[in-house]
Nanobody
Framework: QVQLVESGGGLVQPGGSLRLTCVASGTIFSLNTMNWYRQAPGKQRELVAVIDDHSNTDYTDSVKGRFTVSRDNTKNTMYLQMNSLKPEDTAVYYC??????????????WGQGTQVTVSS
């Protein structure tokens, strides 16, 4: 079995910072593209940041210059450093990964989500 577990969410004031972590565990032969999504109340889930297996990155426009995605392949871990947080960043943040698991097939996995609340 493969699991993705996020951590690092919480309550932060506007202008503050948080660092989210996503750890992939289980039988994993290769960890390919990894993504951070978020979903705010009453809104659709949106793609926030992408990092491929060569650490090429991309971001949605609203977080460019404020968020940084990175990964440590030795630890099967992805990070999202979030700076200059705004109230509109409030959402549940989800980790998503495309990986080759025990079946030797490439599959899509999701974490359970971590709440980020930006409020004074």
């Amino acid at each position: 079995q493969v699991q993705l577990v996020e951590s690092g969410g919480g309550l932060v004031q506007p202008g503050g910072s948080l660092r989210l972590t996503c750890v992939a565990s289980g039988t994993i032969f290769s960890l390919n593209t990894m993504n951070w999504y978020r979903q705010a109340p009453g809104k659709q889930r949106e793609l926030v940041a992408v990092i491929d297996d060569h650490s090429n990155t991309d971001y949605t426009d609203s977080v460019k210059g404020r968020f940084t995605v990175s990964r440590d392949n030795t630890k099967n871990t992805m990070y999202l450093q979030m700076n200059s947080l705004k109230p509109e960043d409030t959402a549940v943040y989800y980790c998503n990964a495309l990986l080759t698991d025990w079946s030797h097939r490439e599959r899509d996995y999701w974490g359970q989500g971590t709440q980020v609340t930006v409020s004074s």
